[in-house]
């Protein structure tokens, strides 16, 4: 999902497997994303990572919105490495400024680039 910082709402979405509540998991995540970087007063650190019972949700956080992937099974060091590189080079090369307001743009690039991902 990729979620628009400080509102929770969401711009974009795509699932490889069975829908989830979109709308509440986006509200979770912003609200504990917004907590725990209030609580811990580090400056300018962001959440990147919940872990909930056989679910690890990987926050990847971009100047005015985040990507949150939820993944069932293993999660590791090189895995999660290979992920944020796919999410930064679809943020950086196939996103624009345009397509934050386009939801069904935006939506449809998300799934052309993950559609056949092994992520």
């Known amino acids: 999902m990729v979620i628009e910082k400080g509102s929770g709402l969401i711009i974009s979405e795509y699932s490889k497997t069975e829908a989830i509540e979109e709308d509440m998991v986006a509200g979770m995540l912003t609200a504990i994303k917004s907590f725990a970087e209030d609580a811990f007063i580090k400056g300018d650190q962001e959440l990147?990572?919940?872990?909930?019972?056989?679910?690890?949700?990987?926050l990847q956080n971009f100047s005015s919105y985040y990507i949150a992937v939820m993944i069932s099974?293993?999660?590791?060091?090189?895995?999660?490495?290979?992920?944020?590189?796919k999410l930064l080079d679809f943020a950086k090369n196939y996103?624009?400024?345009?397509?934050?307001?386009?939801?069904?743009?935006?939506?449809?690039?998300?799934?052309?680039?993950?559609d056949n991902e092994d992520l």
């Open 95 to 114: 996103i624009n400024k345009d397509d934050l307001d386009d939801k069904a743009s935006f939506s449809k690039k998300l799934k052309a680039y993950f």
């Open 48 to 58: 990147q990572y919940i872990e909930y019972e056989a679910y690890h949700i990987h």
């Open 73 to 85: 099974g293993p999660f590791n060091v090189i895995y999660k490495g290979e992920l944020e590189d």
